[in-house]
Each structure stands twice: as C-alpha cells, then as structure tokens.
C-alpha cells in the first residue's frame, strides 16, 4: 500500500512538472500564466517533500523486513513430534502368546564358546567358534504352536543381537532334538499344532562384548511384532 502511495505521488510530481513546463512557455503570452506558475512550483515543492518523506519511510521498512498483515496476531504452534512406542519386552521364563499362531518362552541367553545340547547323548552335534577372538551369543526360546497345521521352526522366530546400540549382529538356528539329546537343522523340522520345540539362535560377535561394560540387547520378532530382551 505504501509503495502505491509513493508511485502516485511520484506520477503526481512528473505530471505537475510537466504541466509547469508548458505554462512557463506561456508565461510571455498572458499575466496569468504567472501566477499559475507559482502555484505550481509551489505544489511541485510539496509534493518533492512528501515523495522523499515516504521513500525514506519505504526503505526503512524494507531494510527491516516487511511484514505481512495478514499473519499479524497468528501465533504459530510448535511442531509436536510423537516418538516410536518401544518395542514390548520379554521377561526370561515367561510366555508372550501371539493369539492363533505361537506361545514364545525366552528361555535364556548366555556367551559361550561351545554350544551343546542339554543333554547330550554318545554322539551329538554342537557348535564351537573357530577364531579365539569371538563368542556365541546363545538365545534359547521355546516354541508352541497355536495354528492349525504344522510350520517349518526357522520361521516362526528371527533374532538379531543390537551392541553398543549400534551394531547388529543376525543369528542362525539350531533346534534340539530327541529331548535334547543333539542338534537338527530347523529348515527341515516342523513344529506341529499344539507341540513345541526348543530353538537356538546363535550369533558369532568379538568376544570383547561378552566382558566390557556396553548395553547388549536381542530383538526377537515374533509374527512381525518385535520384542526385545536386555542381556546386560
């Protein structure tokens, strides 16, 4: 609004300059040309005043920065950020039920250079790290099975081992077999309805992390639904 008011007094201006330049060219031709003149001069000198006046406020403003009226008074809100929800967490020895597809016991997790069944018969599969610089992270979790048919046991659970909160480690599993007398692969085992089956996930990680003081934690996944559990 401002910069209209500048621009019709500057054409105001141009136009009373104009109109002074042709009355002074006949100004010899009557006596009241003359005092036309005058008048002019006069009405040119008020309005060079105003112009300059309101160029000065103009760039006062701009140099501070216009303001736009129409978010005068309007607060704006601060952005509310909503984090995450947790992940649930599992608790050793204790089910987390998925209704119509699994009951899930964490049965514990522990480092260990050579993993062996729990009762191990004359002969057995175990698993032994071969670099003296790494561990197994053992998590032992018991599967029931509330669906209807049988289901292959390597994918009813996945777990992956988060150090240090930023370095994650993924497993592969074992399945104890014949009451935990050995090992069997859990590709080729099936869990069936109402029956369980004891699963282990190993992970081979340095074996610094089994000793220094850095948060340790196992995320289980469960039918898409992600649980953790704190190891230390």
Same mark, same amino acid.
């Given at each position: 609004?401002?910069?209209?008011?500048?621009?019709?007094?500057?054409?105001?201006?141009?136009?009373?300059?104009?109109?002074?330049?042709?009355?002074?060219?006949?100004?010899?031709?009557?006596?009241?040309?003359?005092?036309?003149?005058?008048?002019?001069?006069?009405? =040119?000198? !008020?309005?060079?005043?105003?112009?300059?006046?309101?160029?000065?406020?103009? !760039?006062?403003? !701009?140099?501070?920065?216009?303001?736009?009226?129409?978010?005068?008074?309007v607060k704006e809100e601060p952005v509310? !950020?909503?984090?995450?929800?947790?992940?649930? =967490?599992?608790?050793?020895?204790?089910?987390?039920?998925?209704?119509k597809y699994a009951e899930v016991t964490l049965l514990g997790a522990k480092f260990k250079k050579k993993v062996e069944p729990p009762n191990p018969d004359s002969f057995y599969t175990y698993y032994e790290v071969k670099e003296n610089d790494n561990i197994y992270l053992d998590t032992v979790i018991k599967v029931k099975s509330l669906l209807t048919i049988g289901k292959s046991a390597d994918e009813f659970?996945?777990?992956?081992?988060?150090?240090?909160?930023?370095?994650?480690?993924?497993?592969?599993?074992? =399945?104890?077999?014949?009451?935990?007398?050995d090992f069997t692969y859990t590709n080729i085992t099936r869990i069936e309805p109402l029956k369980s089956g004891v699963i282990h996930f190993l992970a081979e990680v340095p074996e610094e992390i089994s000793k220094d003081g850095k948060p340790v934690l196992i995320k289980v996944n469960i039918n898409d639904q992600e649980y953790t559990f704190q190891v230390k």
């Open positions: 609004m401002r910069k209209s008011l500048i621009r019709t007094a500057i054409l105001s201006t141009s136009l009373l300059m104009v109109a002074f330049g042709m009355s002074a060219c006949s100004s010899n031709t009557s006596s009241s040309a003359s005092a036309d003149t005058s008048a002019l001069e006069k009405k =040119i000198a !008020e309005l060079e005043k105003e112009n300059k006046e309101l160029k000065a406020q103009l !760039e006062g403003v !701009e140099g501070h920065g216009a303001t736009d009226s129409s978010n005068e008074g509310k !950020e909503t984090a995450a929800d947790p992940s649930p =967490i599992l608790e050793a020895n204790k089910a987390v039920t998925v209704d659970v996945s777990v992956d081992v988060l150090y240090d909160g930023q370095y994650e480690y993924g497993t592969f599993s074992t =399945i104890e077999d014949r009451g935990g007398a």
